[in-house]
């Protein structure tokens, strides 16, 4: 095999040499041949999975995120790249500064869409605003509390816990008393927990916050676009979300921004935060947020995600916040009913605290959750979920947002649902 393989690239190279003139084709071929040879030395043949088409089946995403991207959308993210420092790309992020200020309802200048996940957003918040040392409070009722606070402490924080039970929410009064206790910088508390479905009361805590000199960070991606929130307000210092929610981008994106309070805190640190490429003082000149001439290079922006969450925020701009909030409860009013009238029990008892985006249900006596939602996905190619983190085992959840609020999708989750209760097994009850 080798003698054959040397031989047909000894006649490459004679064939490309005598296309050649003169000299200059006599020095040509043994480069060539030395080129060749390089080329078909490659031992780990090509992969039999990358040599067949893409393809992905189509799913009724009816789980906690992602959800379903509209095809405006989608189109969005379809246009042709342009350069991530190109002056038409710096106009598209200024547009997205601009519906995040929106949605947000805030006037914050330091208003940008962090380059990945709300992961990214939430450790962005943590690594500006806090250095090693300093005292972190965290509300923990759920698993993004849990994300925070593990977050902290990796980067050298003192992290002190409220806990409650997955559901259970936390009053301002307990709040300042844990605020008095531990002198934070920061208190962290998640607006939307949408692993257990709740929707947690914001009003009060901003202030707060201001009367003992600490920061307030608040977590919406589950809530942002389907609940009421107001930055400004609601004296919120960092508020994040993320894309791929009731704002129906793909996922990829996270909207994030800081008030002149942690602006203050953020840009006068003894310590450089833990991670670069979250650092908002290389990321606030990226955006156009620090007043220099020049937007410099810090890394390559996710340029078709920005154009889909362009477009999403200008799809709630058109609708009107007001109008998504108030569909979004109407939905999930709708499901409420249905849901109770399958027998099942809803995991908030209070509707008002209930999560209009992503409804928890008590996993129904006697079932196994799992086999219920592998009956669904099967035969009705939906997806609904079980609990995450302290809410595993405890509940089943739904979630309606955006481009999926709607009554007709409510009623295909009953009948899937219903369909479920009856096929699937049931153990006997002693």
């Given at each position: 095999m080798q003698r054959a393989l040397f031989s047909r690239s000894a006649l490459l190279a004679q064939q490309a040499a005598a296309a050649l003139d003169g000299p200059l084709a006599a020095r040509s071929a043994p480069l060539l041949l030395r080129l060749d040879r390089s080329m078909s030395s490659v031992s780990i043949p090509p992969p039999a999975c990358m040599l067949r088409p893409l393809e992905t089946p189509l799913r009724y995403l009816f789980g906690p995120g992602p959800s379903n991207v509209p095809p405006r959308i989608l189109a969005a993210q379809g246009r042709p790249i342009i350069g991530h420092l190109h002056p038409e790309m710096y106009e598209i992020m200024n547009d997205i500064k601009r519906g995040i200020q929106y949605i947000f309802q805030t006037?914050?200048?330091?208003?940008?869409?962090?380059?990945?996940?709300?992961?990214?957003?939430?450790?962005?918040?943590?690594?500006?605003?806090?250095e090693p040392g300093e005292s972190v409070l965290v509300g923990v009722n759920g698993i993004w509390g849990e994300r925070v606070a593990e977050i902290a402490e990796r980067m050298g924080a003192n992290v002190h816990r409220m806990v409650k039970a997955p559901g259970g929410y936390f009053s301002n009064k307990e709040i300042e008393q844990a605020v008095e206790k531990h002198k934070p910088v920061l208190f962290f508390l998640t607006h939307g927990e949408s692993s257990a479905g709740?929707?947690?009361?914001?009003?009060?805590?901003?202030?707060?916050?201001?009367?003992?000199?600490?920061?307030?960070?608040?977590d919406t991606v589950a809530s942002l676009g389907a609940a009421p929130i107001f930055m400004d307000k609601q004296n919120i210092d960092i508020l994040y979300t993320g894309s791929q929610k009731a704002l129906n981008a793909p996922p990829g994106t996270a909207p994030i921004s800081f008030n002149d309070r942690a602006c203050h805190k953020m840009f006068n640190r003894k310590t450089k935060p833990v991670s670069y490429l979250f650092d908002m003082t290389c990321l606030s000149n990226y955006w156009g947020c620090d007043g220099q001439p020049?937007?410099?290079?810090?890394?390559?922006?996710p340029v078709s995600g920005f154009f889909a969450l362009r477009e999403s925020l200008a799809i709630v701009a058109e609708k009107g916040l007001e109008e998504s909030w108030k569909k979004h409860k109407e939905v999930a009013?709708?499901?409420?009913?249905?849901?109770?009238?399958?027998?099942?029990?809803?995991?908030?008892?209070?509707?008002?605290?209930?999560?209009?985006s992503v409804t928890t249900i008590a996993i129904p006596e006697g079932y196994n959750w799992r086999e219920l939602l592998a009956y669904i996905m099967k035969h009705h190619q939906m997806e609904m979920t079980g609990g995450l983190g302290p809410s595993m085992d405890m509940v089943m959840r739904i979630g309606l947002m955006g481009y999926n609020c709607e009554k007709t999708n409510a009623d295909m989750a009953l009948r899937a649902l219903a369909d479920a209760l009856k096929n699937c097994k049931r153990a006997r009850l002693n």
């Open positions: 006037e914050n200048n330091m208003t940008i869409a962090m380059s990945g996940s709300g992961h990214a957003a939430m450790e962005c918040a943590v690594f500006n605003t806090v709740l929707c947690h009361p914001v009003d009060g805590i901003g202030d707060i916050c201001r009367k003992h000199n600490c920061l307030f960070l608040v020049a937007r410099l290079y810090h890394h390559t922006g009013a709708y499901l409420y009913r249905g849901l109770e009238d399958l027998g099942l029990k809803l995991f908030i008892p209070d509707m008002d605290l209930r999560l209009p």
